[in-house]
């Protein structure tokens, strides 16, 4: 198991350069950059930006955090966008602030060079440093995505085993009903919805539309600080179990099936085992090793991917949000900073997800797998 576990090691950065080379590449070949961003934040024409730029520090980036932009030269004004009229020395100039004064090759290798030592440089317009923005955006997208992650599967997994010992009865019918209207809702949809129902919307006004806490937090005692923490997550969270439960409980289910009509079951039985022992004692191991294992990569599914909607429709400021403002404001350390940190941690937890594989069930040797 350690043989496979270093290959594994080895295996991340390979992977982890090239998704950074693709990301890199498509990046070249996008309309518009900082420049072009940063001369319609100084004429007033930015009209796309949810960030405004706020000058200073934040611009003061490293050469390496830079993907792609060509040099002006004498012709600076007019390779960009509304640039058409200004002094080319000024559009030099701010090439050279955001390091485009180097071809991409030699950007590519400086970002990496300072990621392999976890230094992302600062952000573009927000003229805070990309550790700062993410540490500051981490307790939504870690209330959200904890938060949903265990509640699906604290209501997926009973409800899968339980609808798989009532196959094809009237409770498993009108349950997949009930699965296949959550699973068909969008949950931005059903955010909205449950904003007109129980926040002020056209109804009931019982919980808070924005925000993670209240703005009095730091005056509340503990317990209600924790009680105020959950009365903002409340409909959040809905949402997004609503809309991510469907699946987990149909792969319950199946899984179970599968194992239930499965020789040693009937064995089981024919000596005389209670049906819970059965159920429980020896199918239960088997068929929740793919459910179980695949925690790690369903967490960071939503952790990462998930909220986006989420965030903006209950103003919630996460990692979420955080990355579509970095994309609208071609904000690249944020980007592609944001990208090596994730990729990373991807990459771990798919590789936590197989090593609990076997702590599962200790019959799967990936080590002989490989040989």
């Known amino acids: 198991m350690l043989a496979y576990i270093v290959r594994r090691l080895a295996l991340i950065v ?12 498509v990046v070249q070949f996008a309309p518009g950059g900082p420049v072009e961003q940063l001369i319609a934040e100084l004429q007033g024409t930015a009209v796309g930006a949810t960030a405004r730029f706020s000058g200073g520090g934040g611009t003061e980036v490293g050469a390496g955090q830079a993907p792609s932009q060509g040099l002006a030269g004498s012709e600076g004004s007019s390779r960009y966008r509304g640039a058409q009229g200004l ?64 509640i699906i599967y604290l209501i997926s997994i009973p409800l899968g085993i339980a609808k798989a010992v009532r196959d094809d009865t009237p409770f498993d019918v009108w349950t997949s009903g009930v699965i296949i209207v959550g699973y068909a809702i969008p949950g931005f949809l059903f955010a909205v919805l449950l904003i007109v129902l129980f926040a002020g919307g056209s109804f009931l006004d019982w919980f808070p539309l924005r925000g993670l806490t209240s703005e009095n937090w730091d005056e509340l ?23 991510g439960f469907a699946t987990l409980t149909m792969l319950t289910k199946n899984s179970f099936l599968d194992e239930i009509n499965k020789h040693y079951v009937m064995t089981a039985r024919a000596k005389g085992l209670t049906e819970r022992r059965v159920l429980y004692g020896h199918v239960f191991r088997n068929a929740m090793l793919i459910v179980v294992a695949g925690f790690p990569s369903a967490f960071i599914g939503i952790f990462f991917t998930g909220a986006l909607l989420i965030e903006v429709i209950f103003s ?56």
């Not at 990692?319 to 990208?339: C, S, W």
């Not at 590789?351 to 797998?369: C, K, M, Q, W």
Request: charged share 20%.
């Open 14 to 25: 390979p992977t982890l350069i090239g998704i950074m080379v693709i990301n890199f590449a």
């Open 316 to 371: 919630l400021d996460g990692l979420g949000l955080l990355g579509f403002e970095a994309v609208i404001n071609r904000d690249y350390p944020v980007m592609f900073g944001t990208l090596y940190v994730f990729t990373l941690i991807g990459l771990l937890l798919n590789l936590i997800g197989d090593l609990t594989y076997v702590l599962i069930d200790p019959r799967i040797d990936f080590e002989a797998r490989g040989a």
């Open 87 to 150: 002094d080319p020395a000024f559009i030099l100039q701010l090439e050279k602030m955001f390091g485009f004064d180097k071809p991409a090759h030699e950007r590519f290798l400086d970002m990496m060079w300072n990621y392999a030592r976890f230094e992302f440089g600062n952000s573009y317009f927000r003229d805070r440093a990309v550790v700062d923005l993410v540490i500051d955006k981490l307790p939504v997208s870690i209330s959200l995505g904890l938060w949903t992650t265990l």
């Open 221 to 243: 005692s503990w317990p209600a600080r924790i009680a105020d923490y959950f009365w903002h997550i409340t409909l959040p969270v809905t949402a997004m179990v609503v809309g």
